[in-house]
């Protein structure tokens, strides 16, 4: 895997170390919500956050920031924990917001104290329709000068339970007409009998985001915090917090980086879940998604995602990137670790005319040694049978050659890839007329794929031994949506979902060893693809990414 070049970030934190800042410690975390799984733009964050610690010799926390009771669930954090393994990186610990809770109300007690936080007794509704707009000043509450005294009972009395739900909020105390309005007095805590995954019942305030953020990087120790670039107006708020609080160690500091979009797909834990609920796909690792786990499924490798996220780099420019570029990752990576197989996957049979029985009278059968993967010696070759009986792919006949169709037709010859030169003489139809058979002779002196008289022809083509072939199952895909940047033109992503972003395929008709490949393996099927085996259900195959490197034709396409 290449180094990554130099960024903003990695200059930042190269200068803390020069000169001691927060004593030559670089320690960050990585702060998923676990209200859904993750997915590649998570991947981004998470190799910045361990990437950096790593480099320059520091750690990295996995920290779930679950303040939210009503969507946070137990499953989505043990789901994010194997992501995380997978993608191939080690939390140096795993905490959780939630373990902060009793240090962040002691912290806001604090700020009342000082005078810096007051409860205001409005609706949401109203507080909202309070803070006015750019160039407009907010408007300040009428509860915001209450004593300190005042403040501390309420906020007591909000833990304890004695107010009812949203009839009460939590305020920093700081400036109704600041120009950014996340300093127009931010709620710090909402009542919410919401039930906790973790801490169950015990709570029924809960800290906002910027309440608790900051804050529990502190807790952690954590000196540089990365986040997504629409956190940059609430770097001042976390600032403003730190600053007043009697922190145990140096004020961490935070930095924005820009999200990961990718093309054709919808990258918000929101969008994601919307397609997972209204069932437009199977769950959250269906393999058209771009959660990790869907990706996984696909048979995307990590190595893979991380290269890809590594090239592209961090910046502080929202783009969206290719997705062609991610799979061109993809096939690299899949090039030379993936095993070769031969697999038919719209069969057509061909039949040679001219093969010899054995001397029970049967079609004889030779196996030719082929190997697993020419990109690496060391795969070894493994034995393929070869018959008389043949299935090829509907596709690589043509009664009638279209221009340019240099495969199999009638009075032509090709090569059965490593086995022999075939020339089709006739077809056999079904009363619609429709082929099912295409028959052929061998020419015997052509065995392993070339004629002794060096003539040369123009394809060669995969093949599966009637005989010895076994059924699977292929998901083809296509693109989730239709445009590059879904819901552009209408504001709905859903408007522009692909109606066949799948297309199932049964009968395929496979080598036998296919049947060996491990469960999650991906292999590629010769001229066709990498395609991954389903981790749950045998002889199930995903279409991983094709051959042709469409990222390759993009970058001619923009050159031209
Ligand atoms: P979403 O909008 O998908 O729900 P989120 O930011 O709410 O994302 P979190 O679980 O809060 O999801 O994110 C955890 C970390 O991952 C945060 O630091 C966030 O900035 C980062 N992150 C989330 N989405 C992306 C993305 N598309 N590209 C880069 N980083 C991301
Ligand atoms: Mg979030």
Same mark, same amino acid.
């Given at each position: 895997?290449?180094?990554?070049?130099?960024?903003?970030?990695?200059?930042?934190?190269?200068?803390?170390?020069?000169?001691?800042?927060?004593?030559?410690?670089?320690?960050?975390?990585?702060?998923?919500?676990?209200?859904?799984?993750?997915?590649?733009?998570?991947?981004?964050?998470?190799?910045?956050?361990?990437?950096?610690?790593?480099?320059?010799?520091?750690?990295?926390?996995?920290?779930?920031?679950?303040?939210?009771?009503?969507?946070?669930?137990?499953?989505?954090?043990?789901?994010?924990?194997?992501?995380?393994?997978?993608?191939?990186?080690?939390?140096?610990?795993?905490?959780?917001?939630?373990?902060?809770?009793?240090?962040?109300?002691?912290?806001?007690?604090?700020?009342?104290?000082?005078?810096?936080?007051?409860?205001?007794?409005?609706?949401?509704?109203?507080?909202?329709?309070?803070?006015?707009?750019?160039?407009?000043?907010?408007?300040?509450?009428?509860?915001?000068?209450?004593?300190?005294?005042?403040?501390?009972?309420?906020?007591?009395?909000?833990?304890?339970?004695?107010?009812?739900?949203?009839?009460?909020?939590?305020?920093?105390?700081?400036?109704?007409?600041?120009?950014?309005?996340?300093?127009?007095?931010?709620?710090?805590?909402?009542?919410?009998?919401?039930?906790?995954?973790?801490?169950?019942?015990?709570?029924?305030?809960?800290?906002?985001?910027?309440?608790?953020?900051?804050?529990?990087?502190?807790?952690?120790?954590?000196?540089?915090?990365?986040?997504?670039?629409?956190?940059?107006?609430?770097?001042?708020?976390?600032?403003?917090?730190?600053?007043?609080?009697?922190?145990?160690?140096?004020?961490?500091?935070?930095?924005?980086?820009?999200?990961?979009?990718?093309?054709?797909?919808?990258?918000?834990?929101? /969008?994601? #879940?919307? +397609? &997972?609920?209204?069932?437009? !796909?199977?769950?959250? =690792? @269906?393999?058209?998604?771009?959660?990790? *786990?869907?990706?996984?499924?696909?048979?995307?490798?990590?190595?893979?995602?991380?290269?890809?996220?590594?090239?592209?780099?961090?910046?502080?420019?929202?783009?969206?990137?290719?997705?062609?570029?991610?799979?061109?990752?993809?096939?690299?990576?899949?090039?030379?670790?993936?095993?070769?197989?031969?697999?038919?996957?719209?069969?057509?049979?061909?039949?040679?005319?001219?093969?010899?029985?054995?001397?029970?009278?049967?079609?004889?059968?030779?196996?030719?040694?082929?190997?697993?993967?020419?990109?690496?010696?060391?795969?070894?070759?493994?034995?393929?049978?070869?018959?008389?009986?043949?299935?090829?792919?509907?596709?690589?006949?043509?009664?009638?050659?279209?221009?340019?169709?240099?495969?199999?037709?009638?009075?032509?010859?090709?090569?059965? /890839?490593? #086995?022999? +030169? &075939?020339?089709?003489?006739? !077809?056999?139809?079904? =009363? @619609?007329?429709?082929?099912?058979?295409? *028959?052929?002779?061998?020419?015997?002196?052509?065995?392993?794929?070339?004629?002794?008289?060096?003539?040369?022809?123009?394809?060669?083509?995969?093949?599966?031994?009637?005989?010895?072939?076994?059924?699977?199952?292929?998901?083809?895909?296509?693109?989730?949506?239709?445009?590059?940047?879904?819901?552009?033109?209408?504001?709905?992503?859903?408007?522009?979902?692909?109606?066949?972003?799948?297309?199932?395929?049964?009968?395929?008709?496979?080598?036998?060893?296919?049947?060996?490949?491990?469960?999650?393996?991906?292999?590629?099927?010769?001229?066709?693809?990498?395609?991954?085996?389903?981790?749950?259900?045998?002889?199930?195959?995903?279409?991983?990414?094709?051959?042709?490197?469409?990222?390759?034709?993009?970058?001619?396409?923009?050159?031209?």
């Amino acid at each position: 895997m290449s180094a990554p070049a130099s960024d903003f970030v990695r200059e930042m934190v190269r200068e803390d170390m020069e000169a001691g800042t927060f004593g030559g410690r670089v320690q960050t975390r990585f702060p998923p919500e676990p209200n859904g799984y993750l997915h590649i733009g998570h991947a981004k964050a998470i190799i910045l956050d361990f990437g950096i610690a790593s480099e320059f010799g520091g750690t990295c926390n996995l920290r779930f920031d679950d303040t939210n009771p009503d969507t946070e669930e137990r499953h989505f954090v043990d789901g994010i924990v194997e992501d995380i393994d997978w993608l191939g990186y080690t939390p140096a610990r795993t905490v959780h917001a939630s373990d902060y809770f009793e240090q962040l109300y002691l912290w806001a007690e604090h700020l009342v104290e000082c005078g810096l936080a007051y409860v205001d007794d409005q609706d949401p509704e109203t507080i909202s329709a309070q803070r006015g707009g750019y160039g407009r000043p907010g408007i300040e509450s009428p509860y915001r000068d209450r004593t300190a005294e005042e403040n501390l009972d309420l906020l007591r009395r909000m833990r304890a339970g004695e107010f009812p739900d949203g009839s009460r909020v939590l305020r920093a105390r700081i400036d109704m007409a600041h120009e950014n309005m996340q300093l127009r007095d931010p709620i710090m805590y909402r009542i919410r009998r919401g039930h906790h995954y973790r801490t169950a019942d015990e709570w029924c305030i809960y800290p906002t985001y910027d309440w608790a953020h900051g804050q529990s990087d502190a807790i952690e120790g954590v000196t540089h915090s990365f986040c997504t670039l629409e956190f940059d107006s609430h770097r001042p708020l976390y600032d403003w917090f730190l600053e007043r609080l009697p922190l145990p160690s140096d004020k961490p500091r935070q930095t924005e980086f820009a999200r990961l979009e990718l093309t054709h797909t919808v990258m918000s834990k929101r /969008r994601l #879940a919307e +397609l &997972v609920a209204t069932g437009r !796909v199977d769950g959250w =690792d @269906d393999p058209r998604l771009p959660t990790l *786990r869907g990706l996984r499924r696909r048979g995307y490798p990590a190595a893979a995602i991380r290269d890809f996220c590594t090239f592209i780099g961090v910046s502080r420019t929202n783009s969206r990137h290719e997705i062609e570029l991610l799979e061109s990752f993809v096939r690299t990576e899949l090039n030379r670790t993936a095993q070769r197989r031969m697999a038919v996957l719209r069969p057509l049979r061909l039949v040679l005319t001219n093969w010899p029985t054995d001397e029970a009278g049967e079609p004889a059968v030779e196996w030719f040694e082929l190997w697993n993967n020419p990109e690496d010696p060391a795969d070894g070759t493994r034995q393929v049978p070869f018959s008389g009986e043949l299935y090829i792919e509907r596709e690589d006949f043509a009664e009638v050659p279209p221009p340019k169709f240099f495969r199999l037709s009638l009075g032509r010859e090709v090569r059965l /890839r490593g #086995a022999y +030169l &075939v020339t089709a003489t006739d !077809v056999v139809t079904d =009363d @619609d007329g429709t082929i099912v058979e295409v *028959r052929a002779t061998y020419d015997p002196a052509t065995r392993g794929g070339s004629a002794p008289d060096g003539r040369r022809v123009k394809s060669t083509m995969h093949w599966v031994s009637v005989a010895h072939a076994v059924d699977a199952t292929v998901a083809e895909y296509d693109r989730l949506f239709t445009t590059a940047a879904p819901g552009e033109a209408t504001g709905d992503p859903m408007d522009d979902l692909n109606p066949t972003s799948r297309v199932l395929l049964t009968g395929c008709k496979v080598e036998g060893a296919l049947a060996d490949t491990p469960a999650g393996g991906v292999v590629q099927f010769e001229r066709l693809g990498y395609f991954a085996h389903d981790p749950a259900e045998p002889l199930l195959f995903h279409r991983t990414v094709g051959l042709r490197d469409e990222w390759a034709a993009i970058q001619r396409r923009q050159q031209r």
